[in-house]
């Protein structure tokens, strides 16, 4: 959302414009020109079970994979092609105990003053709600509902941006989100089907849900940058998502609107389903920027802004030997 969003509880739009702290992050590509994206990144380092991982206005220069509750997760962040100051995005992997930890990604509001601010006060309360929740005997759900809410009471006060959230909880084999504003999850299968999607927080995502947009015409609508729940505002409201249970071969993937505002949900899912999962991710980075630096045509989206993607998988079963019985 860094060059776009500004969505707040009244509908407002976004606004394009630079974060107000800028520079390139040390060690990064020029912005919004990922090297190429089959080239590994530095391994980030997520093994302990106490282990926190929070990107705040990073840029990497390719997607990362790490082993992750029980699966293997891949992220990429990065600025905005248009952007020279920071990515308002931010990102977390957040481990609570041996089998569950939860995955994030904040939009900060680009309409709005300090959107990358904002963004990195949601993933820092949410791992700082996390380890509370951990030290005292609480659930992890209580943990994930304890960050919107002291996030955004610290947005409020802190800052003056706003941002989106999205939060989805893994326990084992199960996921379940939850979010505030347009930053989508997607749980599909290995043959394609989509068996959860969030609806975004906005008056277009509504209007698509309920039948009345078709979603093609959605890509190009000229109020879908507006939305209408985000952190930072008096009425924020926390979704909370069904509970979700994973094949091992199914896809969990969380991210920004410079993924889903450049590629339809049809286009993602077929590229993300398949495949090893650090390479699905990479050809959706590149589709992404090649779709940011091109025009917008007949259907064709075109709408430079900060991109995070999140995808996760369960561990395959283990395959134990098998001994078949003679007919």
């Given at each position: 959302?860094?060059?776009?969003?500004?969505?707040?509880?009244?509908?407002?739009?976004?606004?394009?414009?630079?974060?107000?702290?800028?520079?390139?992050?040390?060690?990064?590509?020029?912005?919004?020109?990922?090297?190429?994206?089959?080239?590994?990144a530095a391994p980030l380092d997520l093994t302990r079970p106490d282990d926190t991982w929070v990107l705040k206005a990073k840029d990497l220069d390719a997607p990362a994979l790490v082993d992750f509750a029980g699966g293997t997760a891949v992220v990429y962040t990065h600025r905005s092609p248009q952007r020279e100051s920071a990515n308002q995005d931010s990102a977390a992997a957040l481990h609570f105990d041996g089998r569950s930890g939860v995955l994030a990604v904040a939009d900060g509001a680009g309409g709005h003053a300090e959107g990358d601010r904002a963004s990195g006060l949601a993933v820092t309360h949410l791992a700082k709600s996390l380890t509370t929740a951990r030290e005292t005997g609480r659930e992890l759900r209580d943990g994930i509902l304890d960050a919107f809410e002291s996030a955004n009471r610290a947005i409020q006060t802190k800052t003056g941006g706003a941002t989106t959230f999205l939060v989805v909880e893994l326990i084992?084999?199960?996921?379940?989100?939850?979010?505030?504003?347009?930053?989508?999850?997607?749980?599909?299968?290995?043959?394609?089907?989509?068996?959860?999607?969030?609806?975004?927080?906005?008056?277009?995502g509504y209007a698509v849900e309920a039948g009345i947009l078709d979603a093609d015409d959605a890509m190009s609508h000229h109020e879908r940058h507006v939305i209408s729940n985000a952190l930072g505002v008096e009425s924020m409201h926390i979704e909370v998502g069904p509970l979700v249970r994973m094949a091992?071969?199914?896809?969990?993937?969380?991210?920004?609107?410079?993924?889903f505002d450049n590629l339809a949900v049809p286009e993602i899912v077929e590229v993300a389903r398949k495949g090893p999962l650090r390479k699905g991710v990479a050809e959706l980075v590149r589709l992404s920027h090649e779709r940011m630096a091109g025009p917008a045509g007949e259907g064709v989206?075109?709408?430079?802004?900060?991109?995070?993607?999140?995808?996760?998988?369960p561990a395959p079963p283990q395959r134990g030997n098998r001994l078949r019985t003679p007919t």
């Open positions: 959302m860094a060059g776009e969003r500004g969505g707040t509880g009244n509908g407002a739009g976004k606004g394009s414009g630079p974060a107000p702290n800028g520079g390139p992050t040390p060690g990064a590509t020029a912005p919004g020109a990922p090297t190429d994206a089959r080239t590994p084992g084999t199960t996921v379940r989100v939850y979010h505030a504003g347009d930053s989508m999850a997607l749980v599909m299968g290995q043959r394609g089907l989509l068996k959860h999607a969030t609806v975004p927080h906005s008056p277009v091992p071969r199914d896809t969990l993937l969380l991210a920004s609107d410079g993924l989206p075109s709408k430079p802004d900060d991109l995070t993607i999140l995808a996760w998988r």
